[in-house]
């Protein structure tokens, strides 16, 4: 188990458990947490599975594939350099304590 914490635009925290392998997107659908989207069930053709990956956590993430860049042109809340689409990130025992920020909008 991996446990990550999803922050909303409201300052609302939660904290649930992922499994190795999963992606941040498959975690935050499969506890029905809100603002994560994805309306293509990460295939990475919708960008609305845009999250902000807190700066501690940023060296742990994969290496941003050139689709996932240019697909994060079109996120409706504009991207900062923390920016990523979470159905791109996988857990691994090395994200537990991992804290994503969830945007305002997806749409
Ligand atoms: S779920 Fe569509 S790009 Fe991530």
């Known amino acids: 188990m991996v446990a990550m914490t999803f922050v909303q635009a409201s300052g609302d925290r939660k904290t649930v458990q992922g499994l190795e392998g999963?992606?941040?997107m498959?975690?935050?659908r499969r506890h029905g947490l809100p603002g994560i989207v994805?309306?293509?069930g990460?295939?990475?053709s919708c960008a609305?599975?845009?999250v902000m990956v807190d700066e501690q956590w940023?060296?742990?993430m994969p290496v941003l594939s050139p689709d996932e860049e240019e697909m994060l042109e079109c996120t409706a809340e504009t991207p900062s350099a923390s920016s990523r689409l979470a159905c791109q990130l996988r857990l691994t025992p090395a994200?537990?304590?991992l804290v994503v920020h969830v945007p305002r909008s997806q749409k």
């Open 48 to 50: 609305t599975c845009h």
């Open 58 to 60: 940023l060296a742990t």
């Open 95 to 97: 994200h537990d304590g």
């Open 22 to 24: 999963e992606s941040v």
């Open 42 to 44: 990460g295939e990475l």
């Open 38 to 40: 994805a309306d293509c």
């Open 26 to 28: 498959q975690v935050a």
